[in-house]
């Protein structure tokens, strides 16, 4: 007899586990239920059918070759049975029973299976803030509301808008109500930066400059305390601990919680951060139950922390593993390393591993580099920085996280992406100075700016190289506690001179063989060029005439330029 | 007293490994010594500097911040001394000295040193052809051949011109030649193929369909045998074993051999492709004497056999590690894995490892998976499709190679260069199909398109994937030995069934499970869909209803109309 496999979800791990036991076992009896009708979508493609970059609904939910992926399509395409508003209540393990409920009748069904998946996906967190309930106020979580939204904002009912929460999608949404249509928008995030836990303070502020230019207006370390308005009139604004903003659409992307109550009810083993726990093949603590996507918790491979990674391309390869596993097979998911990227108006920004921050939580001593170089050789027309942080741990120099944010945004994920390949093998910094990146001049530097940022990191962790971050060194300028030692040329630095005075020292770098001697030496020397390498050069130089008191400016003028574009003289 | 550090060559390597040097050891003593008076210039650019992308061939030795690298440059910013006409005639490696040639004074001069650096390059191979050494008739080697050709054409000199040999230079130089100066170019090949070594035929196919599609003329599996003109004329054409091509303008693009003559009479160690022999820290035989770049061998990470790779990437990073090398320091080059990336008219196409032929040749059993996907997620706007070959090792698993042609050249070199940094790893194709890589969907697919090559490859491994080329389908069509079954849609099959009849098959997919049965079956049966996920089902439901003698098209629609173009009705 074949064995009954049932499978709870069917946005993106379910459908794909399904079809590729399909693939291996056509004789597997397969049933996929969903508690909405609207299944196997492309969550991840939600903000651009707000922003209209996709027009069409469908396109969310069609296949490459434009077919909708609806019930129909599953039984004739793929040969496996779909309930839509079918909801899973309860799971009866010993009797490998499940509980679900047909929304549409209202009536309950026992389903015998032989193996179960939960591909229960995540909740989006609903802050208890007093007037979330109002109309106008909503978090973008599936199909249907994104379908509202869009529906008012086409129809004209929004001007103003207020998104609490600046992570990915809040960042997303910000971008597509702004970008596309013209609507006033506001991002709010309690914490002090962009994409808290996935960027550094310094690269999220390159990215909240470029959106605040593109017309977004950011309120950073700000808590919503109440939406305003009334149940008929709807929403009309917003009261933060600081300010109100009046608005006629709120909404909410505070973050996701995993769907793992009727698995914890159910005597699985859930996590500390309430995702279902698995092992490699993605098995439960019941082997006949397996679970992946955004209820679960996977291992950071580079923390080696359990955590929750809603990503719905992690769902995708993990739904391909469960269904080879379905059929006895061994594969293995062996966790994440966090890699994601982003499109942000005109820039690219991309990320693996972890944060400063996030390596400090986890025991490691991080230490990093930051530079900034052409995406392709200098020579080549068109260039455009790239800039890139790459962190280690300073003992060991294993590698720990890569950021990047440049305006080619293929480009930025080809380093993010390499780099992220070599995060499982735990790779030190010397990896990344001698990675294989492929060379012509239109894609590249024959030594590429990833190189760079290992050679850098490798030069900082051996103290050749004695940094300043643009933020400290603009704070230490301020309160006239360091001087800048500017190496490029008279023209580049004359309206600083005028702007700040014998503050500002201007010496080119093939002058300093000769002029060194000019040089104050009562406070620290912040060395400035265009992107950094002339000012490590200068300060090794420096060095061997005596003159130790010296930082180099990482990421140089165009880090301090897109930092802190006020600091910078009109 | 300081060290005397000699190096050989001021192209790449050696001012890199000079200044890498000079950073951890500002006492050390370098000269860097080359023949010729320009130096320190971006090889790899002079096909745009022909074509013209680059304007100025200042570009090509200057720095990112528009220094000029010349003599003084390295002097003054570098501190390093730099003796331009000077050519190294022995090395007398018992008393470390090297004689020398003035070439504006024509003396010589014998220099003492501790450590040797030889970055002495490679030369082009001139083919003995008959009036090679006509007027008109170059190599591009070297900047004074690129200048003397950039000369004659932009005084409109040249209307038609034959590029000799389809590597990647002289694929880049056609298509500088033809793009932005409009001449008339033959690109003329003696092998069956362009980029023989470093593309599989399959995927050079594409490429040169492309070529043709913008203008040059391509000629493969000719050789030249004569140039024909004479010396006052100049050339005035070129003649193969098969035609005669006029012309006023030949390129030979042939390849090069590594500069190592010296350092063979020096008693140094020479590898079999004539490459001096050097060790992980990139010392030769003599301890005391470093080699890096075009003029060594180095280890090939997949096959482990030891052979040149002249690019100007790994020359840099080499010249780095000797630096630090030359300090004491320990740095390794574990070796290469053939990475590079080209742009060619608007194809961006990239590869890493082995070809199949290569891994045949290595003493593998190479098996391969050619897919086609959009580069970004199919609901974003403006998708394309990238074609991903990647190759593994039948028994082992072993991944091998990739090659990869998409219209976005930035996206292209993000899925070669991430996949290229698990080779170094003896990774898996499981590798490749649970790659982390990064998605947003302006960048990438939730199931990317890197991730869909691995599953391909693993299920042919597997024997669940039974596939047939595009190049050995259309010939067994020809000559009517099999059968298309296309499970696109009926507009999309029709104009194959008017040219072909009943040879070509359409019953789309969702009509399969009622159709099947009308399937003729005294012939194999190819399986076609737009680019390949559909015929594999296909093949896999009529396996499960005993129809198994089926071929699933590799690639699909896309891979056949861009590799035959002749073969897709008008």
């Known amino acids: ?198 960027f550094g303070k310094d690269m999220s502020r390159l990215i909240e400059n470029h959106m605040t230019g593109k017309g977004v207006k950011i309120l950073l370390s700000e808590g919503v305390t109440h939406i305003l308005g009334d149940e008929k009139t709807g929403v009309t604004g917003v009261k933060t601990n600081k300010s109100e903003i009046p608005c006629d659409l709120v909404i909410m992307s505070v973050g996701v919680r995993p769907n793992s109550q009727i698995a914890r009810d159910a005597g699985l083993a859930i996590g500390m951060y309430g995702g279902i726990l698995v092992d490699k093949r993605l098995r439960t603590t019941d082997p006949n139950i397996y679970a992946g996507g955004d209820c679960i918790e996977m291992t950071h491979l580079v923390s080696g922390q359990r955590i929750p990674m809603p990503l719905g391309s992690l769902a995708n390869r993990q739904g391909r593993i469960i269904g080879t596993n379905l059929n006895g097979g061994w594969e293995e998911f062996k966790g994440t390393v966090g890699t994601f990227c982003l499109k942000i108006f005109d820039l690219g920004i991309a990320r693996a591993g972890l944060t400063v921050k996030q390596a400090k939580d986890a025991g490691f001593d991080p230490v990093y580099a930051l530079v900034a170089q052409s995406e392709h050789a200098h020579f080549y027309p068109d260039q455009a920085l790239m800039y890139i942080k790459l962190i280690a741990d300073r003992n060991t120099r294993k590698l720990l996280g890569i950021e990047a944010v440049g305006s080619k945004g293929d480009a930025v994920k080809a380093r993010v992406d390499a780099v992220a390949a070599l995060f499982q093998y735990n790779a030190s910094v010397s990896g990344v100075s001698n990675l294989e990146v492929s060379y012509a001049p239109p894609y590249a530097s024959a030594m590429d700016v990833v190189n760079a940022a290992g050679n850098t990191l490798e030069n900082i962790i051996l103290g050749q190289n004695i940094p300043i971050d643009v933020a400290d060194m603009v704070a230490a300028f301020d309160q006239k506690k360091v001087r800048v030692l500017d190496v490029r040329g008279k023209i580049e630095s004359q309206s600083f001179i005028e702007k700040y005075g014998d503050q500002w020292i201007n010496i080119p770098q093939e002058e300093l063989l000769d002029r060194f001697d000019e040089l104050p030496v009562d406070q620290p020397l912040c060395l400035l060029c265009d992107t950094g390498p002339r000012s490590f050069e200068t300060q090794l130089f420096l060095k061997s005439k005596g003159i130790t008191n010296t930082r180099n400016i990482q990421g140089g003028y165009g880090m301090l330029m897109l930092s802190y574009p006020e600091f910078i003289p009109d």
């Open 1 to 198: 007899m074949s064995r009954k496999v049932l499978i709870v979800g069917a946005v993106a791990l379910g459908p794909k586990a399904a079809c590729r036991l399909k693939r291996l076992d056509p004789s597997a009896e397969i049933t996929i239920i969903d508690k909405d009708y609207l299944i196997s979508y492309g969550g991840c493609g939600i903000p651009y059918y707000v922003g209209g970059d996709v027009a069409d609904i469908e396109g969310l939910y069609s296949t490459a070759s434009h077919h909708v992926r609806d019930c129909e399509f599953f039984e004739k395409c793929k040969n496996v049975k779909l309930l839509c508003r079918t909801e899973l209540i309860s799971i009866d393990r010993k009797a490998k029973k499940a509980l679900v409920r047909h929304h549409d009748t209202d009536q309950t069904e026992e389903m015998v299976y032989d193996q179960l998946v939960l591909a229960t996906g995540a909740t989006p967190i609903q802050p208890p803030i007093p007037g979330a309930d109002l109309p106008g106020v909503t978090v973008i979580a599936n199909l249907h509301n994104a379908i509202r939204v869009k529906d008012l904002i086409a129809k004209g009912k929004v001007d103003k808008a207020v998104v609490i929460g600046a992570g990915a999608i809040g960042v997303e949404l910000a971008e597509a109500l702004t970008d596309l249509w013209g609507v006033e928008t506001t991002l709010i995030e309690m914490m002090d930066q962009l994409l808290p836990p996935a």
